[in-house]
């Protein structure tokens, strides 16, 4: 019976330091769904559940990449004098 206690305090342990991994990345995804206009709540609830935070954080990976394109190409184009560079 001490033995199963003792492996259960070794996972506990072993899951802290990623739970605060976790939390920390849950208050940038916080911040990040805000700036997007995205469901603050949701981002920070899907990035807490093990297991599915690392299939969320790819398609976090690519919506950013996609939101940054899409406001890049919003941007006013800058016209260029042939003569500088």
Known sequence: MAQ??????????GFVPLMIVFIGLAIGN??????????????VILTLIPIVNFVFMYYLFYA????VLDKLNGLPTRERDEGTY
Not at 64 to 67: R, V
């Open 4 to 13: 199963k206690g003792r492996i259960m305090e070794e996972q506990f342990f």
């Open 30 to 43: 916080y911040f990040i769904a805000d700036r997007m206009g995205r469901n603050k709540v949701l981002w």
């Open 64 to 67: 950013l990449i996609i939101y």
